[in-house]
């Protein structure tokens, strides 16, 4: 058979590589749960009349087809879903009479988008989601629940800086009716161009496809300018003279957003920002309040690495609206390019933290034994494969990042041992009491210091 062709946009993680993915996965998984958000999986495949809904119709949508299927199958019509959000809708409308409201969920799972590949752009990646949907209605508060449960999410792990950036939908919408523009929504998705093309040609988009003014373009254009953190924002925005119910209520919500998160940002220790950036707008029609997008510093090239906010109408039975707020973290989108440029790394390649030496074929029994009595205790371990000579065995355990070897009682009377492989520190050791370090225990994710000779090259 010949070597296979890698598929482009596919990507797939070596063992070490993927256990900083699984770290990363767990470590959001306990602080969401520690949160109070249960967490659900959702089918592969969606209608393709639903994928289609929410403003994601740009999107190429992979369909799935059975080869030998014909117009009349019953699995014509599916296609598999692109983000997490579309199928949560979809599971609260089927699910809503077995669901407790305010429902809060987190998923993380894989979705798949046709587009061309490119760095982290991907056409399979995971994406790990939190929301909080209501029925018929949400409290605001929720708003900024969710924005301070992913703060402290992606604070706990050893990611470069991360900006939040904030808007809400509300300011803007009334900003823009306050200056009396003709097609506020047509204003939002110009205004959401700004970080791909330049203010003057924002500028006449919005007087082409908005009926916006000149006049009216340039003060839309200072209003997206307007990025702070802290209480300066309500003067920033008053200062430009608008007035409008909507707006006041929008400006309202994005300083309490910033008020309710400022704690939880400290407690980061300058890893996590949150600041309003009137620019953000996100495009996408179903959001209505809230909306942030997330960056990762030295990492601007990807543009957002995560996003969300609030959404009134995004589930509806026709009977029950089911309003909700969630953030969607790129979990693929981040990682493979800091695993690329050698920023995190896995800490070895195998969960083995011990590798029971063997001194011969006959005394197999005797290492699997140990290593049931270690597993017993949660040390994760394995047998060496063959009974060489013990130096071969440690290079072995060495290549493998695997940090301690056993070496079982060579007579009767005599104690096992346990040797360190990388301080060389061999000691005394019994299976039901001893344990490696914390840190040892399982593969971690390390930050590797660059080589200065790399720089200077």
């Given at each position: 058979?010949a ?6 946009g596919f ?22 749960e520690?949160?109070g ?20 119709i ?8 059975r080869l030998?299927a ?12 692109f ?5 949560f ?27 061309r ?26 708003d900024?629940e969710?924005m301070?449960v992913?703060?402290?999410a992606?604070?706990?792990?050893p ?18 009716l ?5 097609d ?12 791909k093309?330049?203010?003057e040609?924002?500028?006449?988009l919005?007087v082409e ?17 307007i ?30 957003v ?7 940002v ?13 620019r ?20 601007e090239?990807?543009?957002s ?9 995004l589930?509806?039975d ?10 969607s973290?790129?979990?693929s ?27 011969d ?10 290593a049931?009595?270690?597993?017993a ?31 079982p ?5 005599q ?13 005394e050791a ?10 040892d ?17």
């Open positions: 058979m070597k296979p062709t890698p598929l482009s990507p797939e993680l070596l063992p070490a590589a993927r256990a900083v993915e699984r770290e990363v996965i767990d470590t959001l998984s306990r602080t969401f520690l949160h958000f249960a967490n659900i999986e959702t089918r592969v495949v969606e209608p393709l009349d639903r994928l289609a809904k929410g403003g994601e740009d999107k190429e949508i992979y369909v799935l087809r030998q014909d117009e009349s199958a019953d699995d014509t019509g599916l296609g598999m879903h983000d997490l959000t579309v199928p809708a979809r599971y609260v409308l089927e699910n809503a009479g077995h669901l407790e409201f305010p429902f809060r969920r987190f998923q993380i799972q894989p979705a798949w988008r046709g587009e590949p490119q760095e982290g752009r991907y056409r399979q990646f995971t994406q790990a989601d939190i929301d909080v949907v209501g029925k018929d209605e949400l409290p605001f508060h929720h900024v969710v301070r992913m703060v402290q992606l604070g706990g792990l990611l470069p800086p991360l900006s939040f950036q904030v808007n809400n939908r509300k300011l803007i919408q009334g900003f823009y306050g200056l009396g523009i003709p506020v929504t047509a204003a939002i998705r110009q205004i959401d161009k700004l970080d093309l330049p203010a040609t924002v500028a006449d919005l496809h908005a009926g916006a003014t000149a006049d009216q373009a340039g003060r839309c254009l200072e209003l997206a300018t990025r702070v953190a802290d209480h300066t924002l309500v003067e920033r925005v008053q200062a430009l003279g608008v007035t409008d119910d909507l707006l006041s209520r929008g400006l309202a919500e994005l300083s309490s910033l008020d309710g998160c400022a704690d939880a400290t407690a980061t220790d300058g890893r996590v920002t949150v600041e309003a950036n009137l953000i707008a996100r495009g996408l029609d179903y959001y209505t309040g809230t909306v942030v997008e997330i960056f990762m510093e030295g990492y090239r990807l543009k690495v995560g996003g969300g906010g609030r959404y009134d109408a589930a509806d026709g009977r029950t609206t089911y309003p909700g707020v969630g953030i973290f790129g979990v989108r981040t990682l493979i390019p800091l695993l690329a440029d050698g920023v995190l790394a896995g800490s070895r390649a195998v969960p083995s933290a011990v590798l029971v030496a063997l001194a074929e006959e005394s197999r029994p005797v290492s699997e034994r140990l049931d009595r270690l597993r205790r949660g040390i994760p371990c394995e047998v060496a494969p063959a009974p060489q000579k013990y130096g071969r065995q440690i290079r072995y355990a060495e290549r493998r990042g695997i940090p301690f070897v056993w070496f009682a060579a007579q009767p009377g104690s096992d041992e346990v040797k360190d492989i990388r301080s060389g520190d061999q000691v019994d299976a039901a009491s001893w344990a490696p370090p914390e840190d225990l399982r593969p971690t994710i390390v930050t590797p210091t660059p080589d200065p000779q790399e720089k200077t090259q």
